[in-house]
């Protein structure tokens, strides 16, 4: 399954850029409903673009600011059923619809969200937030974080 999936691939003797782009690679081809994955990454109470697939989207939220500056000025998951609805949503690509940002959190600090888009309404439950909470946890807890910093 994709939890372990994702345990293998993470090695902390890897730079943290290629951990992430794999991680990202295998999100994006287990769920079909996903038109964009990425990460952003914190400095300084601001996210900058990390690795993702998917079209091309804005390179710096500052803390607070849209679904992924919210998640990360909470430290909360942020689940978005429809994007229009969500006031401060920043439209990288305006065919999304739903969204999911998860903060990852290690020792009471924000390094970064991994934000999940879709074009489809409502495409993120309960299930979801839960296995990918696992996964940022497991992320956080596996890599070496201080090299997240940029
Ligand atoms: N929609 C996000 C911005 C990032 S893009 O979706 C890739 C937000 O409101 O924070």
Not at 89 to 117: K, M, Q, R, W
Request: one cysteine or more; a negative charge.
């Amino acid at each position: 399954m994709l939890y372990q999936q994702i345990n293998g691939l993470l090695n902390p003797n890897e730079p943290t850029v290629t951990n992430l782009s794999n991680v990202v690679a295998a999100l994006k081809q287990t769920f079909e409903k996903i038109s964009w994955v990425g990460f952003y990454l914190s400095k300084e109470e601001m996210l900058y673009l990390g690795p993702f697939q998917g079209k091309v989207a804005c390179t710096r939220i500052k803390f607070g600011n849209g679904v992924c500056g919210t998640s990360a000025l909470k430290k909360e998951t942020q689940v978005v059923p429809n994007v229009h609805e969500y006031p401060g949503h920043i439209a990288c690509d305006v065919e999304t619809n739903s969204e999911i940002v998860i903060p990852i959190i290690f020792n009471n600090n924000v390094y970064g969200v991994l934000d999940l888009d879709s074009t489809q309404f409502s495409a993120f439950d309960e299930t979801d937030k839960i296995w990918l909470e696992k996964i940022c946890e497991l992320i956080a807890n596996k890599l070496e974080l201080k090299s997240f910093l940029i």
